[in-house]
């Protein structure tokens, strides 16, 4: 009789083998212990006035994906202070820093996401589970998280947490595009990110769904939440240059809004940002 | 008395002997001399040659031998060594090969089980399902409950087991690789030393001596290589001449079948073909160059050089369109066709394109269709209206344009009341163009700089067509006898007054209000006469003119016409001159050469400084071509003889040949390649890697470029990206077509916000490999009368309005591009046979089809139409009819379709199958599953779309 090899280990040999494959690929960023590093934070606003929300023509298996009318997450903007919510503030070309965190680290690099209810996620901190993997789930045919921010050479798993079929696709140009349809409450799927891209993606078959995997290449990145504020650390004195990114707003227009900023030891420094159509 | 001496005595001859003798062994000596040296300069190259290849074969030879002496070499070598040994040693090997027969000894016991599990499970469950509500019915579904675990349990079991088998298989896979790819590497080595062995050992025995190629069939007796004594041997591709390798290395085209890239010579050997049916030149002459060139005072065939020897292939490959490695000929032959040379000159080889050449609209219509204004100034300079028109400029005065003009207008049809252009509201021509640009017309007209050159510009259309007419005209072209090529797209009325309102807006100028007359039948007569001078009805229909011939030289013969009828005449002495020649005579070839690319750069040339009369004069109109243009049709007239080749050494073309042949000049004719892409990009790197697959953007000198094959070689699978360093390309062929895609994906994202590779599904669809997904009768009927396929699709296929020949010759052309069977074929899935077969076996297995896809957790009918079942939600988001594909698809190619459809069509839509679920629904493998749903999409009847219940009832 065969015996049989036990599953973890191949997926840690697996992983291994996965891990001296990636570096080839991925941007060189050296992780170094920063010490007296910098800070910068400020606020992303919306400029001018806010845009009715669009709705959603959710046309397909309402018994899952709800009847209730739903808004488009493209652009979520506070009524009262007009911050905007889901944009990535992030450093251009560091080659040197921080390292960059695990996904449980990553929390703390993003606001509060808009609509999020604490108490649903109570019983996640209460059983002192901890963030292991980045995810994109599928709840009520929607993507969630709605924008998320992954190192490059990461993975991430993609659920369906739904009881019918969703399909992943994602519209990709320099990783690897693909397709893959899950099942209703199927096995997850696990996919990688060598590259820098802003990936969206979405479901064929609910067309009104989509979501963006923004991988970095260096971990000094912020997403805002229903506050708008962000704040990057450790960040090793010098001149940087400030970038934003929002999916709602045109490359040339976001491009103009990438700041020059002056880092100093031990110090915040404070950027605003103010988007408009 | 003196004495009386004898003459002979007395005087002496000697000195006159002595010189006589002298110069009799002079010129004995020369004579010697001439016939071994001075008329044989081939022995001194064949010896100069000689000592070069003896120099280059040591050094290749030391090469050879040291890189076999390197440590790369021993390193490969006891790699190699230890490679095999561990094959042969491996006590795994045996092992894992043991280990496979027991895998499959447990698999069978397994599956067996499991068989009997389930056939109970589902009998229990029928039961069950009988049972009326009640105890009964719940004590049964505890026990079917309580069967689950065990299947469930036998099922991972099996599955393990496979998983095991699959790698193990692979690692014994994996040696033998190994093994294979070091002994490759290890005989290139000994492949090199043993190739300069060779040579070096032919050189030895390598005589000085007349060399000489005899063909009695193509009547040649060539001894050029005497000489030329590299040509058809590698390695000398940087000597100097007249020892270089031919340096021509042939790509075939892209659109057809490749063979890769072959040298020139190795297609036609030197052996059998010689020199001179490609090159020309006076191949026995061995005296001189000059005289083995023929380029010399009354040779009439003197050498053509360079590309211009590309003349010759059209004697062999007359049928082809693309001649590989002919690219200025085939250049040459597409233009004489598309810019209408064939209107005006006959050329017997080209006869059967006769029928295509009104390469201009008809002009039966003109009255109706332009503004009168627009005629004079566009007849007078074309190119001003239309900088990339192809109608040339004709030497014609103002009055002489209003006489055509009148004709045209008094034949053409009684004009209804015209209607002024009108004014059209914002809305209304903003929604023309969005339809314009949506529904595909860029593909072939451009706009701006956006879209196609192959029909005309509409830049300034505006000017020229009027409204009513552009209604007419958009909404349907067939019913127009002014149509040429233009397809209808089906639009209805309402948008082709739309699209119509926005062409209007579409001017340059404001054109010019004058009121002009053509109504005087005095005129309409002279303009008769004119046409019939200047040929008009070369490329326009003209109506009253239909049975005109062509008023043009008949050019069959054109390439050997003696040079005294080429008349130069006053130039002919500044035209040598330039190319440095006294006589035209002196050499044939250069002097028709000077001549013909004159006349096609500026046609009425040799009018200078000639008294003629206005009819008199030169006619042919002038192209405006471009250098390389003129190249091309010069070598293309240059090419055309009277000599015939004996049929053995013509291109004799398979039938898939033919095939592509033939299709490719009728996706030319209807610019097919304007929407759809046709074939993958290649790229070469500088390593030698040869990659397929689509490049998906370039970004700081890095492509990412998506692989359309496995190349297990780089590690990565079809559909992966791979990041290449821009400057490790050595070369690049681009994707044949698709043209429209790129405007697609643009307007999606400025419109929609689409990302582009997103928008890529809203573009035309690809065809490569479209043999391998459709049944070829369907193509048949569906080019002829296409109609919408892919609902989300705002881009739509035209109606060409083919005719039954060339919907035959297109579906024979992709069927047997991808080697499929052509045209009858057997689709067993269809047949009721089958069905019956398949419910032999298993009396549910349509049943259990159906119940898969129709669960929520595959749910074809989520997005696909089935017939008159209609998905939800709204028709952008649904995919093609479900009910079409037994008449559409190959089953083989749904099965791969279902399997993952990102390997077929990258960028799809649709998902791949969730692999290894569905147990409950349809227990077994997933190949098992799709299996049934290709047998369920292909089956006979209505079995797909019958509801649920009924089709148990259709089983036998």
Same mark, same amino acid.
């Given at each position: 009789?065969?015996?049989?090899?036990?599953?973890?280990?191949?997926?840690?040999?697996?992983?291994?083998?996965?891990?001296?494959?990636?570096?080839?690929?991925?941007?060189?960023?050296?992780?170094?212990?920063?010490?007296?590093?910098?800070?910068?934070?400020?606020?992303?606003?919306?400029?001018?006035?806010?845009?009715?929300?669009?709705?959603?023509?959710?046309?397909?298996?309402?018994?899952?994906?709800?009847?209730?009318?739903?808004?488009?997450?493209?652009?979520?903007?506070?009524?009262?202070?007009?911050?905007?919510?889901?944009?990535?503030?992030?450093?251009?070309?560091?080659?040197?820093?921080?390292?960059?965190?695990?996904?449980?680290?990553?929390?703390?690099?993003?606001?509060?996401?808009?609509?999020?209810?604490?108490?649903?996620?109570?019983?996640?901190?209460?059983?002192?589970?901890?963030?292991?993997?980045?995810?994109?789930?599928?709840?009520?045919?929607?993507?969630?998280?709605?924008?998320?921010?992954?190192?490059?050479?990461?993975?991430?798993?993609?659920?369906?947490?739904?009881?019918?079929?969703?399909?992943?696709?994602?519209?990709?140009?320099?990783?690897?595009?693909?397709?893959?349809?899950?099942?209703?409450?199927?096995?997850?799927?696990?996919?990688?990110?060598?590259?820098?891209?802003?990936?969206?993606?979405?479901?064929?078959?609910?067309?009104?769904?989509?979501?963006?995997?923004?991988?970095?290449?260096?971990?000094?990145?912020?997403?805002?939440?229903?506050?708008?504020?962000?704040?990057?650390?450790?960040?090793?004195?010098?001149?940087?240059?400030?970038?934003?990114?929002?999916?709602?707003?045109?490359?040339?227009?976001?491009?103009?809004?990438?700041?020059?900023?002056?880092?100093?030891?031990?110090?915040?420094?404070?950027?605003?940002?103010?988007?408009?159509? | 008395?003196?004495?009386?001496?004898?003459?002979?005595?007395?005087?002496?001859?000697?000195?006159?002997?002595?010189?006589?003798?002298?110069?009799?062994?002079?010129?004995?000596?020369?004579?010697?001399?001439?016939?071994?040296?001075?008329?044989?300069?081939?022995?001194?190259?064949?010896?100069?040659?000689?000592?070069?290849?003896?120099?280059?074969?040591?050094?290749?030879?030391?090469?050879?031998?040291?890189?076999?002496?390197?440590?790369?070499?021993?390193?490969?070598?006891?790699?190699?060594?230890?490679?095999?040994?561990?094959?042969?040693?491996?006590?795994?090997?045996?092992?894992?090969?043991?280990?496979?027969?027991?895998?499959?000894?447990?698999?069978?016991?397994?599956?067996?089980?499991?068989?009997?599990?389930?056939?109970?499970?589902?009998?229990?469950?029928?039961?069950?399902?009988?049972?009326?509500?009640?105890?009964?019915?719940?004590?049964?579904?505890?026990?079917?409950?309580?069967?689950?675990?065990?299947?469930?349990?036998?099922?991972?079991?099996?599955?393990?087991?496979?998983?095991?088998?699959?790698?193990?298989?692979?690692?014994?896979?994996?040696?033998?690789?190994?093994?294979?790819?070091?002994?490759?590497?290890?005989?290139?080595?000994?492949?090199?030393?043993?190739?300069?062995?060779?040579?070096?050992?032919?050189?030895?025995?390598?005589?000085?001596?007349?060399?000489?190629?005899?063909?009695?069939?193509?009547?040649?007796?060539?001894? %050029?290589?005497?000489?030329?004594?590299?040509?058809?041997?590698?390695?000398?591709?940087?000597?100097?001449?007249?020892?270089?390798?031919?340096?021509?290395?042939?790509?075939?085209?892209?659109?057809?079948?490749?063979?890769?890239?072959?040298?020139?010579?190795?297609?036609?050997?030197?052996?059998?073909?010689?020199?001179?049916?490609?090159?020309?030149?006076?191949?026995?002459?061995?005296?001189?160059?000059?005289?083995?060139?023929?380029?010399?005072?009354?040779?009439?065939?003197?050498?053509?050089?360079?590309?211009?020897?590309?003349?010759?292939?059209?004697?062999?490959?007359?049928?082809?369109?693309?001649?590989?490695?002919?690219?200025?000929?085939?250049?040459?032959?597409?233009?004489?066709?598309?810019?209408?040379?064939?209107?005006?000159?006959?050329?017997?080889?080209?006869?059967?394109?006769?029928?295509?050449?009104?390469?201009?609209?008809?002009?039966?219509?003109?009255?109706?269709?332009?503004?009168?204004?627009?005629?004079?100034?566009?007849?007078?300079?074309?190119?001003?209206?239309?900088?990339?028109?192809?109608?040339?400029?004709?030497?014609?005065?103002?009055?002489?344009?209003?006489?055509?003009?009148?004709?045209?207008?008094?034949?053409?049809?009684?004009?209804?009341?015209?209607?002024?252009?009108?004014?059209?509201?914002?809305?209304?021509?903003?929604?023309?163009?969005?339809?314009?640009?949506?529904?595909?017309?860029?593909?072939?007209?451009?706009?701006?700089?956006?879209?196609?050159?192959?029909?005309?510009?509409?830049?300034?259309?505006?000017?020229?067509?009027?409204?009513?007419?552009?209604?007419?005209?958009?909404?349907?072209?067939?019913?127009?006898?002014?149509?040429?090529?233009?397809?209808?797209?089906?639009?209805?009325?309402?948008?082709?007054?739309?699209?119509?309102?926005?062409?209007?807006?579409?001017?340059?100028?404001?054109?010019?209000?004058?009121?002009?007359?053509?109504?005087?039948?005095?005129?309409?007569?002279?303009?008769?006469?004119?046409?019939?001078?200047?040929?008009?009805?070369?490329?326009?229909?003209?109506?009253?003119?239909?049975?005109?011939?062509?008023?043009?030289?008949?050019?069959?013969?054109?390439?050997?016409?003696?040079?005294?009828?080429?008349?130069?005449?006053?130039?002919?002495?500044?035209?040598?001159?330039?190319?440095?020649?006294?006589?035209?005579?002196?050499?044939?070839?250069?002097?028709?050469?000077?001549?013909?690319?004159?006349?096609?750069?500026?046609?009425?040339?040799?009018?200078?400084?000639?008294?003629?009369?206005?009819?008199?004069?030169?006619?042919?109109?002038?192209?405006?071509?471009?250098?390389?243009?003129?190249?091309?049709?010069?070598?293309?007239?240059?090419?055309?003889?009277?000599?015939?080749?004996?049929?053995?050494?013509?291109?004799?073309?398979?039938?898939?040949?033919?095939?592509?042949?033939?299709?490719?000049?009728?996706?030319?004719?209807?610019?097919?390649?304007? %929407?759809?892409?046709?074939?993958?990009?290649?790229?070469?790197?500088?390593?030698?890697?040869?990659?397929?697959?689509?490049?998906?953007?370039?970004?700081?000198?890095?492509?990412?470029?998506?692989?359309?094959?496995?190349?297990?070689?780089?590690?990565?699978?079809?559909?992966?990206?791979?990041?290449?360093?821009?400057?490790?390309?050595?070369?690049?062929?681009?994707?044949?077509?698709?043209?429209?895609?790129?405007?697609?994906?643009?307007?999606?994202?400025?419109?929609?916000?689409?990302?582009?590779?997103?928008?890529?599904?809203?573009?035309?669809?690809?065809?490569?490999?479209?043999?391998?997904?459709?049944?070829?009768?369907?193509?048949?009927?569906?080019?002829?009368?296409?109609?919408?396929?892919?609902?989300?699709?705002?881009?739509?296929?035209?109606?060409?309005?083919?005719?039954?020949?060339?919907?035959?010759?297109?579906?024979?052309?992709?069927?047997?591009?991808?080697?499929?069977?052509?045209?009858?074929?057997?689709?067993?899935?269809?047949?009721?046979?089958?069905?019956?077969?398949?419910?032999?076996?298993?009396?549910?297995?349509?049943?259990?089809?159906?119940?898969?896809?129709?669960?929520?957790?595959?749910?074809?009918?989520?997005?696909?139409?089935?017939?008159?079942?209609?998905?939800?939600?709204?028709?952008?988001?649904?995919?093609?009819?479900?009910?079409?594909?037994?008449?559409?698809?190959?089953?083989?190619?749904?099965?791969?379709?279902?399997?993952?459809?990102?390997?077929?069509?990258?960028?799809?839509?649709?998902?791949?199958?969730?692999?290894?679920?569905?147990?409950?629904?349809?227990?077994?493998?997933?190949?098992?599953?799709?299996?049934?749903?290709?047998?369920?999409?292909?089956?006979?009847?209505?079995?797909?779309?019958?509801?649920?219940?009924?089709?148990?009832?259709?089983?036998?």
């Amino acid at each position: 009789m065969f015996k049989r090899i036990p599953l973890f280990l191949i997926l840690v040999l697996g992983a291994w083998v996965l891990s001296l494959t990636t570096p080839s690929e991925a941007p060189a960023y050296e992780a170094i212990e920063v010490k007296d590093g910098g800070t910068v934070s400020g606020v992303v606003k919306f400029g001018g006035d806010i845009p009715a929300p669009e709705q959603l023509n959710i046309d397909k298996d309402p018994e899952v994906c709800g009847h209730e009318p739903r808004f488009s997450e493209n652009l979520i903007v506070d009524k009262n202070t007009k911050a905007v919510a889901n944009a990535v503030v992030y450093i251009q070309k560091i080659d040197k820093g921080k390292k960059f965190p695990t996904p449980a680290e990553a929390e703390a690099m993003k606001g509060v996401p808009p609509g999020f209810r604490a108490e649903e996620h109570a019983h996640e901190h209460a059983h002192g589970e901890e963030k292991s993997e980045y995810t994109l789930d599928q709840k009520s045919c929607a993507f969630i998280p709605h924008v998320q921010i992954i190192p490059a050479g990461s993975a991430v798993e993609l659920r369906n947490g739904d009881p019918l079929m969703h399909n992943l696709h994602s519209y990709s140009m320099k990783n690897s595009a693909w397709n893959e349809s899950i099942p209703g409450e199927g096995k997850p799927i696990h996919k990688e990110f060598p590259f820098k891209e802003m990936v969206k993606v979405g479901c064929d078959v609910h067309k009104w769904m989509s979501a963006w995997i923004v991988v970095q290449d260096n971990p000094y990145y912020y997403l805002t939440g229903e506050d708008g504020t962000f704040k990057i650390t450790d960040i090793p004195p010098g001149p940087y240059k400030l970038a934003i990114w929002h999916e709602d707003f045109k490359k040339e227009a976001l491009k103009a809004q990438t700041k020059d900023v002056n880092v100093e030891p031990g110090k915040e420094v404070t950027v605003n940002f103010e988007l408009s159509k | 008395m003196p004495e009386k001496k004898d003459p002979i005595e007395e005087k002496s001859h000697a000195t006159l002997f002595v010189v006589v003798i002298a110069l009799l062994v002079i010129s004995s000596a020369w004579a010697v001399w001439d016939e071994v040296i001075g008329r044989r300069p081939w022995k001194h190259y064949q010896k100069e040659f000689l000592a070069l290849a003896e120099t280059k074969s040591l050094k290749d030879l030391k090469e050879a031998k040291g890189a076999m002496a390197t440590e790369e070499y021993k390193k490969l070598q006891e790699e190699y060594n230890r490679v095999s040994k561990a094959y042969e040693d491996n006590p795994d090997r045996k092992a894992q090969v043991q280990e496979i027969e027991n895998i499959d000894r447990e698999l069978a016991d397994l599956i067996h089980e499991f068989q009997i599990h389930r056939g109970e499970y589902q009998a229990l469950v029928y039961v069950m399902e009988k049972q009326p509500e009640g105890e009964g019915k719940q004590a049964l579904l505890h026990t079917v409950r309580g069967l689950e675990p065990c299947i469930e349990d036998l099922s991972v079991k099996m599955t393990a087991y496979q998983k095991r088998k699959k790698e193990l298989r692979h690692e014994l896979g994996g040696l033998v690789r190994e093994k294979a790819s070091l002994e490759e590497k290890l005989i290139a080595y000994r492949t090199r030393l043993e190739g300069v062995e060779r040579f070096r050992e032919a050189l030895k025995k390598e005589k000085v001596e007349i060399k000489q190629v005899v063909n009695w069939d193509m009547g040649i007796i060539d001894r %050029c290589h005497n000489c030329h004594a590299g040509i058809n041997r590698k390695g000398f591709e940087e000597a100097k001449e007249p020892f270089k390798t031919h340096p021509m290395v042939v790509t075939l085209s892209p659109l057809g079948p490749g063979l890769g890239e072959r040298g020139i010579l190795d297609i036609h050997p030197l052996e059998n073909y010689g020199c001179t049916p490609c090159h020309r030149g006076q191949g026995y002459a061995t005296t001189t160059a000059i005289k083995a060139h023929g380029e010399l005072e009354y040779w009439l065939t003197p050498m053509l050089r360079g590309k211009y020897a590309q003349a010759n292939c059209f004697k062999c490959h007359d049928y082809e369109i693309d001649v590989p490695g002919g690219e200025v000929i085939s250049l040459g032959r597409k233009l004489f066709h598309e810019y209408g040379c064939v209107g005006c000159h006959s050329v017997r080889a080209l006869e059967r394109e006769d029928k295509t050449r009104f390469i201009g609209p008809t002009l039966d219509e003109i009255s109706q269709k332009v503004y009168p204004q627009w005629i004079a100034p566009w007849v007078d300079n074309p190119k001003d209206f239309r900088p990339d028109t192809k109608m040339p400029h004709f030497f014609l005065n103002k009055e002489e344009i209003r006489d055509i003009a009148s004709y045209l207008w008094q034949v053409s049809q009684v004009s209804s009341a015209t209607i002024d252009p009108q004014e059209f509201d914002e809305e209304m021509i903003k929604e023309g163009k969005q339809r314009l640009e949506n529904v595909g017309c860029l593909g072939c007209h451009k706009i701006g700089d956006k879209g196609s050159n192959f029909a005309p510009n509409l830049n300034r259309v505006g000017e020229k067509i009027r409204y009513d007419y552009l209604v007419s005209w958009v909404e349907d072209p067939t019913k127009h006898k002014a149509r040429d090529r233009m397809p209808s797209l089906r639009l209805n009325k309402e948008e082709a007054e739309r699209i119509a309102a926005y062409l209007t807006t579409l001017k340059e100028k404001v054109p010019s209000q004058e009121a002009v007359d053509y109504n005087d039948p005095k005129r309409a007569e002279a303009g008769f006469q004119l046409i019939a001078r200047y040929g008009c009805f070369g490329c326009h229909r003209v109506k009253g003119m239909e049975d005109r011939g062509k008023i043009g030289a008949d050019l069959s013969e054109e390439g050997v016409k003696p040079i005294e009828r080429f008349d130069f005449a006053l130039l002919e002495h500044e035209m040598m001159h330039r190319i440095g020649l006294e006589n035209p005579r002196d050499n044939v070839s250069s002097a028709r050469q000077a001549w013909l690319t004159t006349k096609l750069k500026d046609p009425r040339i040799y009018d200078t400084g000639k008294y003629k009369k206005p009819e008199d004069k030169l006619r042919m109109p002038n192209g405006s071509l471009k250098d390389e243009e003129v190249q091309a049709l010069v070598t293309f007239i240059i090419g055309l003889t009277d000599e015939q080749i004996p049929q053995g050494y013509k291109r004799k073309l398979s039938e898939r040949d033919q095939a592509v042949v033939d299709g490719t000049f009728l996706i030319r004719r209807y610019n097919c390649v304007g %929407c759809h892409p046709f074939s993958l990009e290649k790229l070469t790197l500088k390593d030698g890697t040869k990659i397929e697959g689509m490049a998906k953007l370039e970004e700081e000198g890095t492509l990412f470029f998506q692989l359309w094959h496995d190349y297990p070689e780089l590690g990565k699978k079809l559909g992966e990206n791979l990041a290449i360093e821009v400057e490790e390309i050595k070369g690049r062929i681009p994707t044949v077509g698709g043209e429209i895609v790129p405007i697609i994906i643009g307007q999606l994202g400025e419109e929609k916000d689409l990302v582009p590779e997103e928008a890529r599904a809203f573009a035309p669809p690809f065809l490569y490999g479209e043999g391998k997904r459709v049944q070829s009768d369907w193509l048949f009927r569906f080019v002829q009368a296409p109609y919408g396929l892919r609902p989300w699709l705002d881009v739509r296929m035209p109606t060409f309005g083919l005719t039954k020949e060339e919907a035959n010759i297109l579906s024979k052309y992709f069927a047997l591009l991808d080697n499929q069977e052509y045209p009858f074929e057997r689709l067993a899935e269809r047949e009721s046979v089958y069905v019956e077969a398949k419910c032999a076996r298993d009396s549910e297995y349509y049943v259990k089809a159906k119940r898969l896809m129709d669960s929520k957790d595959v749910n074809c009918g989520s997005c696909h139409v089935r017939g008159e079942i209609k998905p939800e939600g709204d028709p952008s988001g649904w995919a093609p009819d479900l009910s079409l594909a037994k008449e559409r698809l190959r089953p083989s190619w749904v099965r791969e379709w279902l399997t993952d459809p990102q390997r077929i069509q990258v960028g799809t839509k649709m998902p791949k199958f969730p692999w290894g679920e569905f147990q409950q629904l349809f227990p077994g493998k997933p190949e098992e599953q799709i299996e049934a749903i290709k047998d369920l999409i292909m089956s006979p009847g209505d079995l797909l779309t019958a509801p649920p219940g009924t089709l148990a009832r259709k089983g036998p």
